[in-house]
C-alpha cells in the first residue's frame, strides 16, 4: 500500500526526517511510537502534502505511484486520510455542508457518482449515531466550539465518511478520556478491512491496548530505530523511550 | 516682550518676522534660509483646523490659544516638583528644566558622561551643526503647520545622544510655561545597545505649548517613555512626536491626560526593521471643559514588527476626548501584528468620546485587531459593591480605578516608575471622584 | 441576440461574468452630456410636473458648483461627465404605461437569461423556479415592467417605477423625494437628483404586511451610459416590507458610471428589510472597464419601533462608493447593517455605513465582513453617532477582513462619536489572511483548493448570508466562489 524510502525532511533548513524507510502492505495497522520532537508530526503532514516541508532526498509510493508528487486533495482522492492531532476549526460551515463537500469531492475525483441528499443524510445519521455523536453536532460550524473528544470523534466521522484506503491517525487518543478513546479505537478497528491500512502515530502505549497493530515502530531523531511486535510497547510501557534509544544508539 | 493676539498663521509669522534677528543660530545662513522657508510654509499652509482629517475633532487652534506672547522668559532654573519620585534612586538620572520654551540654566550644566551626550540648541550649532542640520531640514518640508511652526520660532531645543551601557539612565524634562510661546524640540537617539527611560511632564499654566520629538532608535535599543500632558488650566499643548524602530528595538511609551486645558499629543511610529516592537498605553481622567486627542499612527515597514495600543480613560462634565489610531501595514511586512483598543467611561452626558481606530492593511499575513467601547459604569457591578456594604461614592472609585489601572498595570513605560496608581488617584481627587 | 465578443479575452472573460452580453434593441437616446437642457429633456419625457422640473434644475445648478468627494480610499481618473449618455431607452418601453404582454420580447429574453422572470402566468403556474416576488425591471433609464401589480394593488401596496408614481400618486412623492437624502447630500447623489431616469417606488398602508417579496432588477446595457435610478419606499405605520434588488451590466472597455439614490422612511412601528445582490460588471483581470457604482443609500427610522434592515452582497463594478446608513429618530428604532463585500482582480470598494442615533433607546448592528483576494483593494468606512439625546442608545459592530493573496489591501476606517453616558457602544475589528490551517484541512479531505476557498469564505460570510431572502441566499453562496475565481494558485 506505502513504500516510504530513505525519506528526508526538512522544515524551515532544519532536517527533521532523516533517511526514513517503511513498508506498510494493504490490510495492515502499524503503529508508530516515538518521544516528543522525533518527527511523528513530520511525517503525517508530509505523507498528507502540507507545504513548508521540504522533501530533500527519498520518495514515497503509494499503490506504486508517486505520492509526493500529487496535491493534497489528489491524495485525498487516492485515498489517503490524516487524522489530525489538532483538528482545524472552520467557523460559519456546518459539519455536514463540509462532510458533504469532501465526500462528493472525492466521489467526483474517483470517477464516482456524487451522493444524492438523501442518502448523504441516511449515510451521515447512521455513521454519526455508531461513533456516539449527536446529530446536533452536524450543525455546528466544522470543530468549532467542539471539545477535544468530540473533534476527534469528528475526525473519525469524517474518516468513516471518505472510507480511505491509508488512514494515518496522529496522536488521536491524545487528550481523550477512556470513554473517547474507545470509542475512537472501535470505529478504527470497524474500519479494518484488507483493503484499508492504518498507520497509528501516538506517545502512548495505551491506544494499542484498544487498536492492536501488526507491527510497531519506534520513531527516534528522524529514523525508524527498532520494529517489533505488541511486546515493543509493553517494553516501551514498561521502560520508557530512554533505554531504547541509547541501545539503539 | 511683545504681546500679539494670535488668531492666524499670519500672526505667527509676522511675529517671526519681528524676532528672527533674535533667534538662535540668526548668523547661520543654512538655518535662516530654513526658518524663513518654513514661515512661508506656515503662511500658505494655515494653521490646522477642524477641516483636516488629522485635526477632525479638535476644534480649530485659533479659537484656543488667544493671545500669546514670545516673551524672552526666565533663566532662573525652576525647582519643578512633581510630587513623583524615581523608584531606584541609584540610576543616573538627570532633570531638565525648560521655562516658556527654553531650557533654564546655563546650557553648560547640562552633564557630559562618556555614553551620554546632552546640548542645547545653541551649543549643538557651536559644536557640532550637522547633527541638527537634517531633522530641522526635513521640518521645513513639513506638512504639519505646528512643525513649520516650531522651526520658524525655535529658540531653544534638547539634543540627547546615548550609546551602549549597562545602565539605563533616566531623563526628566519638565517643562513650564507662564502663557507664552513655547516651542520646544527634543531630539534623542539611542545608539546600539542603548536603553533609557524618559520622563516628560508638561505645565503649562496659560499660552501655547508646541512641542516636537523626533527619537531614532537604533538596532537593539529600548527606550520607556512616561508623558504626562498638561497639567496646566487654560493652557494649549500641542506634541508631535516620530519615532524610528531598528532591529528589535522596543519602545513603550505611557501618556496621562490630566489637565483643564486642550492637550494634544500626536505620536508617528515607524518600525522600519524586524523585531521591533511598540507599545503606546494611555489614561484620560478629564472634566471640565479639557479636551485631549491621542493621534498616532503606527507604521509596520518590515516583517515580525509588533505594536499593541491600549487607551482607557473617564470623562466627566464636558470634557472630550479624542482618540486616532492607526495602524498601518505596509506591502511586505510579513507576520506583522497590530492590536488596538480604546474603551471609555462616560460619567456625564456632556461628555464626548470620539474613537476612530484604524486599520489599512497591505500585506495578507498579518494579524490585525482592534475594538472600541464607550459606556456608563457597570450599574450590576456598582450594585454588587453597594450590596457589599460599600457607600455609593466609593464604589464609583473603585470601578473607575480598576478600569483604569489596566492601562497602567501593562505599561512596560512605567516598569521603572510605578507611579500607575499615584497618578489615577491625584486625577480622581482633582476631579472629585 | 448580438453578443460582443471582440477579442480573445472578452471571451474568456464572459465565462466568468455570465451576464456580460449585450442586447440589442433599438433605443430613444438623449444628445451626449450633461446640460440644463438634457435636464429638462428627461423631464419633459417623462411628463413630470414642474414643481419636479424645479427640483430637478435646482440640483442641476447645485452639482455644478460642488466638489467630488475625495475621502474615499479609491483612485480612478477624473470622471468626464460630459462622454456620456443621460438618457436610453428601449423605443417601445418609453410611450406610456405598458402590460406585460407589450413588452418587446427581446427584453423579456433578456431578463429571461438574467434569470429574472416577468411572466407573471409562468410563476403563478410554478414554471419558473422563483415564485411569490414582483419585479421592476430596469432597463438602462426607464423601467419596462413591473409584475404582481394587480395582486399587490389588492392589499393596497403601490409598487410601480417612479415615473409612473409622479403621474398616479405625485403627493406622496412630493412628500417623501429628497427627504432622506437631501438634494446637495454629495455630488453623486446631487447629479441623481438632477437627471434620474427612473427607479421604483413602493408604499405600503398602514398596518399591511406586504404579501410578496418586492423586487428591483437593474440592468445597465447601452454603451456610454449611466444610469440614475432613484428608490423610494416608504413603509407607512405598522407596515412590513421586503425588498430585494440585483444589478448587472454588460462587459464593455470603458467605465460606466451608475450614481443611484435609495431613500427609505419607516414610520411607528413599521419594518422595511433592504437587501441588495450587486455584482455590476467589476472589469477584466486586468482592471479594464467595468462600472462605478456610486450609491448613496439611507434610511430614516422616523416612527416610534421602527427598524430598517440593509443587507448587502457587493461582489460586482469596478468601484464601489456606498455606505447605506440609518437615522434612527423614533424612539427605540433599530437600524442593520449586513455586508460581505468581495473584491478580486483589480476592483476597488468603499463601502460601510453611518448610525445615526437621535432617538432615545435606539439600537443598531453592524456586521461587515470584507475579503479582498487579487490585486484589489477594500475599505469599510463606518460611522457610529450618539447624540445627546440618544439615551439607553445601542450599537454593536462587527467588522472582519479577510486576505486572500498577497497583492491586495485591507483597510478599516471606523468613526465613533459617543456623546451619551447612557449609550453603550462596542466596535470589534479584526484583519487576518485565509488561514492557511484552514485550507489545508479542506483540502485533506480532497477538497480542491479553489472550492476551498469558496467554502471558507462563505463560512466567514454565514452571519450575513443568514440575513438574506432563501432566494437570494442561494444566488450569493455561488456568487461568492464565482467572485474569488482565480484568486488562488
Redesign the interface.
Known amino acids: 500500500m506505502l513504500e516510504i524510502e530513505n525519506l528526508q525532511v526538512a522544515v524551515e533548513g532544519k532536517e527533521i526526517l532523516k533517511g526514513l524507510s517503511l513498508k506498510l502492505p494493504a490490510g495492515e495497522v502499524h503503529a508508530i511510537m516515538g518521544p516528543n520532537g522525533s518527527g511523528k508530526s513530520t511525517l503525517s503532514y508530509v505523507l498528507?502534502?502540507?507545504?513548508g516541508y521540504e522533501v530533500t532526498q527519498g520518495r514515497v509510493l503509494f499503490k506504486g505511484e508517486d505520492l509526493l508528487e500529487m496535491?493534497?486533495?489528489k491524495?485525498?482522492?487516492a485515498g489517503v486520510?490524516?487524522a489530525?492531532q489538532y483538528?482545524?476549526?472552520?467557523?460559519?460551515?456546518a459539519n455536514t455542508?463540509?462532510l458533504k463537500?469532501?465526500?462528493n469531492?472525492?466521489r467526483m475525483?474517483r470517477g464516482e457518482e456524487p451522493h444524492d441528499a438523501l442518502r448523504f443524510v441516511k449515510l451521515l445519521r447512521a455513521k454519526t449515531k455508531e461513533l456516539g455523536m449527536s446529530d446536533e453536532m452536524l450543525k455546528r460550524?466544522?470543530n468549532s466550539g467542539f471539545s477535544g473528544g468530540e473533534k476527534k470523534r469528528n475526525e473519525m466521522l469524517?474518516m468513516a465518511m471518505?472510507e480511505p484506503s491509508l488512514a494515518i491517525l496522529d496522536e488521536t487518543d491524545s487528550g481523550l478520556d477512556i470513554d473517547a478513546l474507545k470509542t475512537v479505537s472501535d470505529a478504527v478497528n470497524a474500519m479494518r478491512a484488507e483493503n484499508r491500512t492504518f498507520l497509528v502515530i501516538t506517545h502512548y502505549q495505551r491506544l494499542l491496548n484498544h487498536i492492536v497493530p501488526d507491527q510497531i515502530h519506534v520513531l527516534a531523531g528522524g529514523r525508524i530505530v527498532r520494529s517489533g511486535g505488541q511486546e515493543l510497547a509493553a517494553e516501551l510501557e514498561a521502560r520508557g523511550y530512554a533505554d531504547i534509544l541509547s541501545a539503539a544508539a | 516682550m511683545s504681546i500679539q493676539t494670535m488668531t492666524t498663521a499670519k500672526s505667527f509669522v509676522d511675529l517671526y518676522a519681528a524676532e528672527k534677528a533674535r533667534l538662535p543660530g540668526a548668523d547661520l545662513p543654512w538655518l535662516a534660509a530654513l526658518r524663513e522657508q518654513a514661515a512661508a510654509r506656515l503662511l500658505e499652509l494655515g494653521l490646522p483646523t477642524a477641516r483636516m482629517?488629522q485635526w477632525r475633532?479638535t476644534p480649530a487652534l485659533a479659537n484656543r490659544i488667544g493671545t500669546v506672547s514670545f516673551t524672552e522668559g526666565g533663566l532662573e532654573a525652576i525647582g519643578g516638583h512633581t510630587g513623583l519620585e524615581l523608584g531606584d534612586s541609584t540610576r543616573i538620572s538627570t532633570r531638565i528644566a525648560w521655562q516658556d520654551g527654553r531650557i533654564a540654566g546655563p546650557a553648560a550644566a547640562l552633564p557630559a558622561l562618556p555614553f551620554l551626550k546632552i546640548r542645547s540648541l545653541e551649543t549643538l550649532l557651536a559644536e557640532d551643526p550637522d547633527l541638527a542640520h537634517p531633522a530641522l531640514a526635513a521640518d521645513a518640508e513639513s506638512e504639519s503647520a505646528m512643525a513649520l511652526l516650531n522651526l520658524a520660532l525655535l529658540r531653544d531645543a534638547l539634543f540627547v545622544e546615548l550609546g551602549e551601557t549597562e545602565a539605563r539612565p533616566l531623563l526628566w524634562s519638565r517643562q513650564e510655561a507662564s502663557g507664552g510661546l513655547a516651542n520646544t524640540r527634543l531630539q534623542m537617539t539611542l545608539q546600539t545597545g542603548a536603553a533609557a527611560t524618559l520622563v516628560e511632564e508638561i505645565d503649562s499654566r496659560a499660552g501655547l505649548s508646541n512641542r516636537r520629538t523626533t527619537i531614532a532608535l537604533a538596532d537593539g535599543t529600548s527606550l520607556r517613555h512616561v508623558i504626562l500632558l498638561g497639567e496646566g488650566q487654560d493652557a494649549t499643548d500641542l506634541g508631535e512626536m516620530q519615532l524610528r524602530l531598528g532591529r528589535d528595538a522596543r519602545y513603550s511609551v505611557f501618556l496621562r491626560y490630566g489637565g483643564s486645558g486642550l492637550a494634544r499629543q500626536a505620536i508617528d511610529i515607524d518600525l522600519t526593521a524586524p523585531g521591533a516592537e511598540a507599545q503606546i498605553n494611555g489614561l484620560y481622567l478629564l472634566g471640565g471643559r479639557a479636551h485631549g486627542d491621542l493621534t498616532s499612527h503606527i507604521r509596520h515597514q518590515a516583517p515580525g514588527t509588533s505594536s499593541t495600543t491600549l487607551f482607557k480613560g473617564v470623562l466627566d462634565d464636558r470634557a472630550r476626548q479624542v482618540f486616532r489610531g492607526k495602524i498601518t501595514v505596509e506591502?511586505g511586512a510579513a507576520r506583522s501584528d497590530g492590536r488596538m483598543s480604546n474603551k471609555?467611561l462616560?460619567?456625564?452626558?456632556?461628555?464626548?468620546?470620539?474613537?476612530?481606530?484604524?486599520?489599512?492593511?497591505?500585506?495578507?499575513?498579518?494579524?490585525?485587531?482592534?475594538?472600541?467601547?464607550?459606556?456608563?459604569l457597570d450599574e450590576q457591578a456598582l450594585f454588587y459593591l453597594r450590596s457589599r456594604g460599600l457607600p455609593l461614592e466609593e464604589a464609583r472609585k473603585l470601578l473607575i480605578r480598576s478600569f483604569l489601572s489596566e492601562a497602567a498595570e501593562g505599561a512596560e513605560a512605567l516598569r521603572d516608575l510605578p507611579v500607575g496608581d499615584l497618578l489615577i488617584d491625584k486625577q480622581l481627587q482633582r476631579l472629585g471622584q | 441576440m448580438a453578443i460582443s465578443v471582440e477579442t480573445a479575452r472578452q471571451v474568456k472573460e464572459l465565462e466568468r461574468y455570465k451576464y456580460g452580453f449585450v442586447t440589442d434593441i433599438e433605443a430613444d437616446t438623449a444628445p451626449k452630456g450633461l446640460s440644463e437642457e438634457i435636464v429638462r429633456f428627461i423631464s419633459a419625457k417623462k411628463g413630470e410636473p414642474q414643481w419636479l422640473l424645479n427640483w430637478r434644475l435646482k440640483a442641476y445648478e447645485q452639482w455644478l458648483s460642488m466638489p467630488e468627494p475625495d475621502?474615499a480610499q479609491l483612485s480612478f481618473p477624473p470622471i468626464d461627465y460630459q462622454d456620456a449618455y443621460y438618457y436610453s431607452a428601449p423605443k417601445q418601453a418609453s410611450d406610456g404605461p405598458k402590460t406585460i404582454g407589450d413588452v418587446d420580447p427581446k427584453l423579456l429574453e433578456t431578463y429571461e437569461k438574467l434569470g429574472i422572470p416577468l411572466h407573471e402566468q409562468e410563476i403563478l403556474a410554478g414554471v419558473q423556479e422563483r415564485s411569490n416576488i414582483a419585479v421592476d425591471a430596469v432597463f438602462d433609464s426607464v423601467s419596462v415592467a413591473t409584475t404582481f401589480k394587480h395582486k399587490l394593488e389588492e392589499a393596497g401596496v403601490i409598487f410601480c417605477s417612479i415615473s409612473e408614481a409622479v403621474q398616479r400618486c405625485p403627493d406622496l412623492v412630493r412628500r417623501y423625494l429628497g427627504s432622506v437624502v437631501p438634494v446637495g447630500d454629495n455630488k453623486h447623489a446631487c447629479l441623481n437628483s438632477a437627471v434620474f431616469t427612473d427607479g421604483s417606488f413602493v408604499y405600503i398602508p398602514k398596518g399591511v404586511r406586504c404579501p410578496m417579496e418586492l423586487s428591483t432588477y437593474f440592468r445597465i446595457n447601452a454603451a456610454n451610459t449611466g444610469q440614475f435610478e432613484r428608490t423610494l419606499i416608504v413603509a407607512d405605520e405598522g407596515s412590513h416590507v421586503s425588498y430585494l434588488e440585483g444589478c448587472t451590466a454588460p462587459m464593455r472597455d470603458e467605465n460606466q458610471l451608475h450614481a443611484a439614490v435609495v431613500e427609505l422612511v419607516a414610520l411607528d412601528e413599521a419594518e422595511i428589510k433592504y437587501s441588495t445582490v450587486q455584482n455590476w460588471y467589476p472589469g477584466d483581470a486586468d482592471g479594464v472597464g467595468g462600472i462605478y457604482n456610486f450609491v448613496t443609500k439611507r434610511g430614516a427610522c422616523r416612527g416610534c419601533n421602527s427598524k430598517i434592515s440593509w443587507t448587502q452582497v457587493e461582489t460586482g463594478s469596478a468601484i464601489t462608493w456606498k455606505y447605506p446608513s440609518c437615522i434612527l429618530q423614533g424612539e427605540g428604532s433599530v437600524g442593520e447593517f449586513h455586508s460581505i463585500a468581495i473584491t478580486n482582480n483589480h476592483q476597488q470598494a468603499d463601502t460601510g455605513t453611518k448610525m445615526i442615533h437621535l432617538g432615545p433607546n435606539t439600537k443598531s448592528r453592524i456586521i461587515s465582513k470584507g475579503i479582498s483576494a487579487g490585486r484589489s483593494s477594500q475599505s469599510y468606512r463606518g460611522l457610529v453617532k450618539i447624540s445627546?439625546k440618544a439615551h439607553g442608545a445601542r450599537n454593536h459592530t462587527q467588522c472582519d477582513?479577510l486576505?486572500?493573496?498577497?497583492?491586495?489591501?485591507?483597510?478599516?476606517?471606523?468613526?465613533?462619536?459617543?456623546?451619551?453616558?447612557?449609550?453603550?457602544?462596542?466596535?470589534?475589528?479584526?484583519?487576518?489572511?485565509?488561514?492557511?490551517?484552514?485550507l489545508?484541512?479542506?483540502?485533506?479531505?480532497?477538497?480542491?483548493?479553489e472550492?476551498?476557498v469558496a467554502?471558507?469564505v462563505?463560512?466567514?460570510?454565514?452571519?450575513v448570508l443568514q440575513q438574506l431572502p432563501m432566494e437570494f441566499a442561494v444566488e450569493a453562496q455561488k456568487l461568492v466562489g464565482i467572485s474569488l475565481e482565480g484568486s488562488v494558485g
Open positions: 498528507a502534502g502540507r507545504d496535491e493534497p486533495e491524495r485525498a482522492a486520510f490524516l489530525f483538528p482545524v476549526e472552520i467557523p460559519g460551515v455542508t463540509f463537500e469532501a465526500a469531492a472525492v475525483a460550524p466544522v469524517q471518505l | 482629517e475633532y506591502a471609555t462616560l460619567l456625564s452626558d456632556k461628555a464626548e468620546i470620539d474613537s476612530k481606530p484604524e486599520l489599512m492593511i497591505f500585506h495578507d499575513e498579518v494579524q490585525c485587531a482592534h475594538g472600541a467601547t464607550s459606556g456608563k | 475621502w445627546p477582513s486576505l486572500v493573496g498577497d497583492s491586495c489591501a485591507a483597510h478599516t476606517v471606523p468613526y465613533i462619536e459617543s456623546r451619551n453616558a447612557e449609550a453603550q457602544v462596542e466596535h470589534e475589528a479584526t484583519t487576518s489572511r485565509i488561514s492557511e490551517d484552514q489545508f484541512y479542506c483540502r485533506q479531505r480532497g477538497i480542491p483548493e472550492q476551498a467554502l471558507v462563505n463560512g466567514f460570510c454565514r452571519d
